[in-house]
């Protein structure tokens, strides 16, 4: 009853989220046993942008779960144990150069122990687009509370790039967009509204990344 | 009970023992308010004691000294920002770990030195200097990053301790700080980036880089060597595309421009390096030239 409840009072308290995934594949993919992939957020100089550390987590946590889940080395593990060849102002850009980096002895053979057969790039980011309303709080000795109304639109847009080990190829490419408004009504308490935009495209794109490695034929 | 009580914890007892209670209570609430609303406001103190990755590349054959000296390892960068308080990075604290690292990955055998002489056990000698650091908040940018600049200088010495040349290494790094709860984990994460940054670009350049590679090749140094200092570091590189060399210019050009920001505008916050006061004054005026 209790957990009912909650999840109830959750539902209530999460805004509406659309979302949207496109998949691009250029060959033809498959995990076998003892392969490994490695989630990596972009973060190469001179950009500016850099993907949140959270949302690669995020990916990584997501398709290491469940029963078909992938053994996933975390971007940390992987970019101690091949430095200094992933770093901002060394990593490949583009994946022509993958294989040049591959004719690196000890860096080959480091990716072959730990079993790499994917590099999944992440690029993008989430944005606040939009906000508006007021909200004004006030204490004093006989008690406070706050009044108002704020709204704000989230919008959350990445795309994964996947790296073949073995042949230096592109293998697809994933985008996933999700955007969402968050409300947060204020009569004494706040009652914050969240648009959950940044875990929604997080599923997504775990989801449909599971689906395109193990190609299970649904996508 | 309530006397004992009030004798242990006197400060949050005591309003409720006096005839203003409410007025007493609310003075507390307000300063413990205060407080924990200025303590987000109160700078921040940042130590490094990480341990950083062995690099991952075939040593070079060479027995190396290299010089860690008290300058290096208690390298401290004090800065103070209107608004946001002091701010300290003891990046000195990262450097005994950063150099073993380098050592270990780099070179087939190396010593660590506590401070420049000749030596017969070792082939060659390396003293790494950091000539200046700079650092940025997101507020200060309007950006999203800590920012933290550093500008490392390695001197090569032959054996005898004379100098074959001198190597200037601009590093960068910068955190997220929706990443990052606080300044302090924020510039700290910086602060790690960029040490990692200069142990990446040290590293894969070390052999493209002419004054090195003379020094890993034996080549001695003269007592009275003019200093080689190599600006030009985007020569020969291996697997370096035109975005990273863009990269290190961005480093470079960077602490230029926060250097020239913060002499013109008397406003800005006053950067006070405590370790090596001397050497940043000889580094800007190197800049200047």
Redesign the interface.
């Given at each position: 009853m209790k957990l009912i409840f909650t999840l109830c009072i959750t539902s209530l308290l999460c805004g509406c989220v659309n979302s949207t995934i496109q998949q691009v594949r250029e060959r033809e993919t498959g995990i076998q046993l003892g392969d490994s992939v490695v989630v990596l957020g972009r973060s190469n100089r001179p950009s500016h942008e850099e993907t949140e550390i959270n949302f690669v987590d995020c990916v990584a946590k997501d398709l290491a779960k469940g029963t078909n889940g992938l053994n996933v080395v975390s971007e940390q593990n992987f970019k101690d144990q091949t430095f200094p060849w992933f770093e901002p102002r060394t990593s490949p850009v583009k994946v022509n150069q993958l294989p040049q980096l591959l004719e690196q002895r000890l860096l080959a053979d480091r990716l072959s122990d730990l079993g790499i057969k994917y590099l999944i790039w992440l690029d993008g980011k989430t944005q606040r687009t939009s906000s508006s309303g007021s909200l004004a709080c006030s204490v004093s000795p006989g008690g406070g509370g706050c009044f108002g109304f704020l709204t704000w639109e989230n919008d959350a847009s990445y795309e994964a790039t996947i790296w073949d080990t073995d042949d230096g190829k592109t293998v697809g490419r994933i985008s996933s967009d999700a955007d969402g408004t968050s409300y947060m009504p204020a009569i004494v308490v706040p009652i914050p509204i969240i648009a959950r935009v940044q875990n929604n495209a997080c599923n997504s794109m775990a989801k449909q990344l599971k689906g395109f490695l193990i190609n299970d034929g649904n996508s | 009970m309530s006397k004992s009580m009030a004798k242990i914890i006197p400060w949050f007892k005591a309003p409720e023992l006096t005839n203003g209670t409410?007025?007493a209570r609310?003075t507390t609430h307000v300063l413990v308010g205060l407080a924990l609303f200025t303590a987000g406001c109160s700078g921040a103190q940042v130590s490094l004691e990480n341990q950083f990755?062995?690099?991952?590349?075939?040593p070079i054959p060479i027995k190396a000294g290299i010089v860690l000296n008290e300058q290096l390892l208690s390298y401290n960068h004090n800065e103070e920002i209107q608004g946001s308080g002091k701010f300290n990075i003891h990046i000195g604290s990262a450097q005994r770990n950063m150099f073993s690292r380098l050592g270990d990955g780099l070179f087939s055998e190396y010593s660590v030195l506590g401070q420049l002489a000749g030596n017969e056990t070792v082939d060659a000698i390396l003293l790494p200097e950091i000539m200046q650091m700079q650092m940025a908040l997101p507020r200060q940018t309007r950006?999203e990053?800590f920012e933290v600049w550093m500008r490392y200088r390695f001197h090569f010495y032959d054996n005898e301790a004379n100098l074959i040349g001198s190597w200037d290494l601009p590093a960068?790094g910068?955190a997220?700080q929706?990443?990052y709860r606080g300044d302090e984990a924020g510039l700290k994460a910086a602060a790690l980036?960029a040490c990692?940054?200069a142990?990446?670009?040290f590293?894969?350049n070390f052999q493209s880089e002419s004054v090195a590679a003379r020094w890993a090749a034996g080549e001695k140094g003269t007592p009275k060597a003019a200093q080689e200092t190599s600006e030009d570091t985007t020569s020969e590189k291996t697997?370096?595309?035109a975005?990273?060399s863009?990269?290190?210019h961005?480093a470079a050009d960077k602490i230029d421009a926060l250097e020239e920001q913060k002499t013109t505008e008397q406003a800005q916050p006053v950067a006070n390096e405590t370790a090596t006061e001397s050497a940043t004054e000889s580094a800007t005026e190197n800049l200047t030239k």
């Amino acid at each position: 009853m209790k957990l009912i409840f909650t999840l109830c009072i959750t539902s209530l308290l999460c805004g509406c989220v659309n979302s949207t995934i496109q998949q691009v594949r250029e060959r033809e993919t498959g995990i076998q046993l003892g392969d490994s992939v490695v989630v990596l957020g972009r973060s190469n100089r001179p950009s500016h942008e850099e993907t949140e550390i959270n949302f690669v987590d995020c990916v990584a946590k997501d398709l290491a779960k469940g029963t078909n889940g992938l053994n996933v080395v975390s971007e940390q593990n992987f970019k101690d144990q091949t430095f200094p060849w992933f770093e901002p102002r060394t990593s490949p850009v583009k994946v022509n150069q993958l294989p040049q980096l591959l004719e690196q002895r000890l860096l080959a053979d480091r990716l072959s122990d730990l079993g790499i057969k994917y590099l999944i790039w992440l690029d993008g980011k989430t944005q606040r687009t939009s906000s508006s309303g007021s909200l004004a709080c006030s204490v004093s000795p006989g008690g406070g509370g706050c009044f108002g109304f704020l709204t704000w639109e989230n919008d959350a847009s990445y795309e994964a790039t996947i790296w073949d080990t073995d042949d230096g190829k592109t293998v697809g490419r994933i985008s996933s967009d999700a955007d969402g408004t968050s409300y947060m009504p204020a009569i004494v308490v706040p009652i914050p509204i969240i648009a959950r935009v940044q875990n929604n495209a997080c599923n997504s794109m775990a989801k449909q990344l599971k689906g395109f490695l193990i190609n299970d034929g649904n996508s | 009970m309530s006397k004992s009580m009030a004798k242990i914890i006197p400060w949050f007892k005591a309003p409720e023992l006096t005839n203003g209670t409410k007025s007493a209570r609310l003075t507390t609430h307000v300063l413990v308010g205060l407080a924990l609303f200025t303590a987000g406001c109160s700078g921040a103190q940042v130590s490094l004691e990480n341990q950083f990755p062995t690099p991952l590349l075939e040593p070079i054959p060479i027995k190396a000294g290299i010089v860690l000296n008290e300058q290096l390892l208690s390298y401290n960068h004090n800065e103070e920002i209107q608004g946001s308080g002091k701010f300290n990075i003891h990046i000195g604290s990262a450097q005994r770990n950063m150099f073993s690292r380098l050592g270990d990955g780099l070179f087939s055998e190396y010593s660590v030195l506590g401070q420049l002489a000749g030596n017969e056990t070792v082939d060659a000698i390396l003293l790494p200097e950091i000539m200046q650091m700079q650092m940025a908040l997101p507020r200060q940018t309007r950006s999203e990053y800590f920012e933290v600049w550093m500008r490392y200088r390695f001197h090569f010495y032959d054996n005898e301790a004379n100098l074959i040349g001198s190597w200037d290494l601009p590093a960068y790094g910068k955190a997220n700080q929706n990443d990052y709860r606080g300044d302090e984990a924020g510039l700290k994460a910086a602060a790690l980036s960029a040490c990692r940054d200069a142990m990446a670009f040290f590293s894969l350049n070390f052999q493209s880089e002419s004054v090195a590679a003379r020094w890993a090749a034996g080549e001695k140094g003269t007592p009275k060597a003019a200093q080689e200092t190599s600006e030009d570091t985007t020569s020969e590189k291996t697997l370096e595309s035109a975005e990273n060399s863009a990269a290190e210019h961005e480093a470079a050009d960077k602490i230029d421009a926060l250097e020239e920001q913060k002499t013109t505008e008397q406003a800005q916050p006053v950067a006070n390096e405590t370790a090596t006061e001397s050497a940043t004054e000889s580094a800007t005026e190197n800049l200047t030239k």
